[in-house]
């Protein structure tokens, strides 16, 4: 039998028929969806290549079942930027050089937004490092990333207030 | 899959690169951060692509007595399969011509994890499935998985060992007032580049296209038409940018375009090869580790006089690039030191586990720290701050003369050092470092300032050339092409900010596009740090040649001098008009001004004689030093990096944001291959850290709580290297050096610093409890 399922990805709502239940969230992006911006890196949730937002929270795609998630709101990278321009996490990636070879930059990105929308973090430079740590970068550039995610976090905070965001600094 | 489909009913929004100061910035950020960098495994895939998966060996030297296939080929989906017999013309992929590497294996099997075949079908799944069902009868021949047990089983090296001499070692020796001897353990690293191997062969007409995650297009080239009989013209490899690379695929991405071109000219259709994480780490080759064996003559001060060194590497099954990683080492054994009377003899040893290869430093880094491991035993014997054995015994005046006979002319270190000492504030910080153990029980600290010397080019002299392809189109646009590859390091927005200097254009009108053999070909593998050095080159020279066309055409058609014509802003300026570049463009079009040209660069002065031992294999020497401070907890060896200070040379910098990305990440790559990151292969010669739950690479938590960089702004290179810039991808990684010898800082404080405390690498938690409990029994 083929499973259907509803899912809204990137704010659409798309009907979905799955050739085979064991299907990943990420298989389902990339190979059926078309969406390539999460990657395959370890596929066994060991490296956070894949990560997505399912309902606001960041998970590992490759370790997520598409089945499951019939009525979710999938967010993947793709869907970040907002009428031509990009999420203030992604400018910030862009500022403060928060990449390398860019293969785990997608889920590095992923992982940021959630971060800062869980709110737990802050702007604590330790607490960041610890929680984008499920995201290996192998180029090193994690001065930029923490970086980044500070200054997008002082961003958002300050446009949330409707303030002007503060410009990014090296504070990590 | 219907992966060639768009997504449906929801075209990609078109977004567009950010405006203002773009200059610095990567050539691809503002498609990384939106995810559409396209990387191999992005690529939509031709219609009816197959995918191909490995068989590997279960046994690290078996003869294979039988090869069952037949469940294999009965599984769904399966097309076919491939074994050595299928390779057409030379089942053979070794870079360095010697013959011991086949595709597949055919009687015998020289390590676990070796290409036996390859399942063909028309999913990854199914074909991943296909692969588990294959029986193979193996009769068990001995293996010898380490250094030890293949000197013992009287195994042979696997390429000629390279001996350096320098005076009288023995006799220096024989006469120093104090002497000492030791031996050290150097461990291996996997590269882990976050996307793993892949190529992805297509065939046309009566060729073959191959997107190859590689960083030697030219030879993945060389190696499919061998294998498959074509001529070179018949094959073209593309790549784009890796996801990652490090070293990792500058030959092991030779096995994977060669099996899908394999299948794709079979099945005369489009075929993927992109093994899972678990293959990748088996089946292909990583840093070697070593086993170094020292005797050093000093005198009381510290003074080296005589070094005597063996530089043994488990080199795997076959050569690959052992010779040269092996010569390599020996040539940075000295790292920044003078050795008056020198013997350094590398054994490039076989053993039955998988070839390893080249990684980052290329061989250097084991030198280097065998070199600092000495350093540390004379300091620790003299009693001195072991900075001050190193100052005595740097490069200098009179004292100026390498191991392979080349005089070090560039030596800037002992101001790069002297001002790192004073700004990371190192004799203070030690001094706390010492009273803090005297008063600390349980956690002790440790504190260490080393340098790098490196030298730049390819050992391989002949290998020192670049091409570069420019043209620029009517509209004023500029597309660059050159023999580099980019993986990361921002070789690309390099060669981009010199052709767009060129043309005094800012950087987004230029485009560097694929790496590809129909555009440049015979090219070098991008590596030995040597991308910009060499390509940047070549770009400078193609796009120099097309701005002297534009030049001449003005001179003829405006009435001015030549030299008077200026490229700035976006404007050519000639007498008393300016234009903007595009329209100066047009009218050269319009005059039949040929708006197309190629560069070409080969490096000058480099010669090395490797039977005589002498000669200039390096242009010129990078340097950089760092001072790092950590904190060990002595009851469970867990330690954490409290601060790290660089002062790193870049020569004049091409692009200083990206050189500080190249030195920190460097630097902690380095930090990981000695201190966490273990490989492990069990009796049977199985490796036992073959994805990332076992094998740790740094992550974000674990960089330096402080972390200053910074670039010597003030060198430059003495040679005439592109803007004067110099090499920035390996050398930082040797930097991390000072993080193994502070942790050996710190354990040696529980024995009062009376005793070197010899501590191996990778420094994980259970060898630094093992160097402490060594250290309290004294």
């Not at chain 1, 389902?28 to 929270?57: I, M």
């Not at chain 2, 000669?615 to 904190?631: L, T």
Request: charged share 25%; proline share 5%; hydrophobic share 40%.
């Amino acid at each position: 039998m083929t499973p259907r399922l509803t899912m809204t990805v990137n704010g659409k709502a798309r009907e979905i028929a799955l050739d085979d239940p064991r299907v990943t969230l990420l298989d389902l992006l990339r190979d059926r969806l078309g969406l390539t911006g999460a990657k395959k890196g370890c596929d066994r949730g060991q490296c956070g290549a894949c990560t997505v937002l399912v309902d606001g929270r960041r998970v590992n795609a490759c370790l997520t079942l598409a089945v499951g998630l019939d009525g979710a709101d999938v967010l993947t990278v793709e869907g970040l930027a907002q009428g031509g321009a990009l999420h203030p996490v992604q400018e910030a990636f862009i500022a403060h050089d928060g990449f390398q070879c860019g293969f785990c930059t997608p889920g590095q990105i992923m992982s940021a937004v959630a971060l800062i929308a869980e709110g737990e973090a802050g702007d604590d430079p330790e607490r960041i490092r610890e929680g984008m740590s499920g995201n290996l970068c192998r180029c090193g550039a994690h001065r930029g990333i923490v970086d980044a995610v500070l200054d997008a976090q002082r961003r958002m905070a300050g446009d949330a207030q409707g303030r002007m965001g503060k410009d990014g600094e090296r504070a990590a | 899959m219907n992966r060639h489909a768009p997504p449906a009913g929801s075209p990609a929004p078109r977004l567009k690169p950010p405006e203002g100061d773009t200059a610095d910035r990567h050539e691809s950020a503002w498609l990384h951060v939106s995810g559409r960098a396209e990387y191999i495994d992005d690529l939509p895939e031709p219609e009816g692509c197959l995918h191909a998966c490995l068989g590997l060996s279960e046994r690290a030297h078996a003869r294979i007595a039988a090869l069952d296939l037949a469940a294999v080929l009965a599984a769904p989906g399966v097309a076919g399969v491939l074994t050595a017999r299928d390779v057409p013309c030379v089942n053979d992929i070794s870079p360095t011509h010697r013959h011991d590497e086949p595709v597949f294996a055919e009687d015998r099997v020289l390590f676990h994890g070796q290409p036996i075949f390859a399942v063909v079908a028309a999913t990854r799944a199914q074909a991943r499935a296909a692969a588990r069902l294959a029986r193979a009868d193996y009769e068990a021949l001995p293996h010898a998985v380490d250094i030890e047990a293949a000197e013992a089983m009287g195994l042979p090296l696997v390429t000629p060992p390279l001996t350096l001499s320098q005076g009288d070692a023995a006799a220096g020796l024989a006469a120093a007032p104090r002497r000492l001897s030791g031996e050290m353990r150097i461990g291996g690293q996997d590269h882990f580049y976050l996307e793993g191997h892949i190529a992805l062969a297509i065939p046309q007409d009566d060729g073959i296209v191959i997107h190859s995650s590689t960083q030697h297009p030219s030879e993945v080239q060389h190696m499919v038409a061998a294998a498959l009989g074509l001529p070179a013209n018949a094959v073209t490899v593309l790549v784009r940018r890796m996801g990652g690379a490090f070293g990792g695929k500058e030959t092991q991405s030779n096995l994977f375009a060669v099996v899908a071109a394999l299948a794709a000219l079979r099945w005369g259709r489009a075929v993927k090869l992109r093994p899972d994480r678990d293959d990748d780490m088996i089946s292909t080759g990583k840093r070697h580790d070593f086993r170094v064996r020292y005797e050093v003559g000093f005198d009381d001060d510290g003074r080296i006089l005589a070094v005597d060194a063996g530089f043994a590497a488990r080199c795997g099954f076959s050569s690959d690039l052992s010779g040269p990683v092996t010569d390599r080492a020996l040539f940075h054994a000295d790292n920044a030191y003078f050795y008056p009377a020198a013997r350094l003899v590398s054994q490039p040893q076989m053993t039955h586990t998988v070839s390893n290869t080249a990684f980052r430093g290329f061989g250097g880094p084991q030198g280097v720290v065998g070199a600092e491991r000495i350093i540390e035993e004379i300091a620790y014997a003299t009693g001195r701050d072991p900075l001050e054995v190193r100052k005595l015994n740097f490069y200098g005046e009179g004292r100026d003369v390498t191991p392979y006979h080349q005089r070090v002319e560039d030596n800037i270190l002992p101001r790069l050092v002297a001002e790192l000492e004073a700004s990371s504030d190192y004799g203070a910080r030690r001094a706390a470092v010492l009273a803090f153990n005297r008063d600390s029980r349980i956690v002790r600290r440790g504190i260490a300032l080393t340098p790098v010397k490196f030298g730049i080019s390819f050992t391989a002299t002949w290998y020192n050339q670049a091409g570069a392809l420019v043209h620029v189109y009517q509209d004023g646009s500029v597309q660059a092409n050159h023999g580099g590859t980019e993986m990361g390091q921002g070789l690309h927005t390099k060669v981009r900010g010199v052709v767009a200097e060129v043309f005094g254009l800012s950087p987004e009108r230029v485009r560097v596009t694929a790496t590809a053999t129909d555009k440049v070909p015979n090219t070098s593998a991008t590596a030995a740090s040597s991308g910009a050095d060499l390509n940047g080159m070549a770009a400078l020279a193609a796009a120099t040649t097309i701005r002297d066309r534009l030049r001449a055409f003005l001179a003829e058609s405006r009435g001015v001098g030549a030299e008077s014509v200026r490229f700035e802003g976006g404007m050519v300026l000639a007498g008393d008009v300016a234009e903007p570049f595009a329209q100066v463009v047009k009218a050269a079009y319009m005059a039949r001004v040929q708006l197309s040209a190629s560069g070409y660069y080969r490096t000058p002065k480099v010669h090395w004689d490797r039977e005589k031992g002498r000669g200039r294999p390096f242009y010129y020497y990078a340097y950089g030093a760092a001072a790092s401070e950590v904190s060990v907890d002595t009851l469970t060896g867990e330690h954490v990096v409290d601060r790290v200070d660089i002062l790193h040379d870049a020569g004049k910098s091409l692009n200083p944001e990206i050189d500080l990305g190249q030195v920190e990440g460097g630097f902690v790559q380095g930090m990981g291959w000695l201190t966490s990151e273990e490989l492990w292969w069990d009796e049977a010669g199985r490796l036992r850290t073959h994805a990332p739950s076992t094998y740790k690479i740094p992550l974000a938590s674990d960089r330096p709580r402080v972390f200053n960089v910074a670039l010597a702004d003030w060198s430059e290179c003495r040679e005439m290297t592109i803007k004067r810039s110099k090499a920035v991808g390996e050398p930082p990684l040797m930097l991390a050096a000072s993080v193994l010898e502070a942790l050996s800082m710190a354990v040696a404080s529980l024995a009062d610093y009376r005793e070197c405390p010899r501590l191996d690498a990778p420094a994980t938690p259970e060898r630094l409890l093992m160097a402490a409990e060594r250290l309290r029994g004294r």
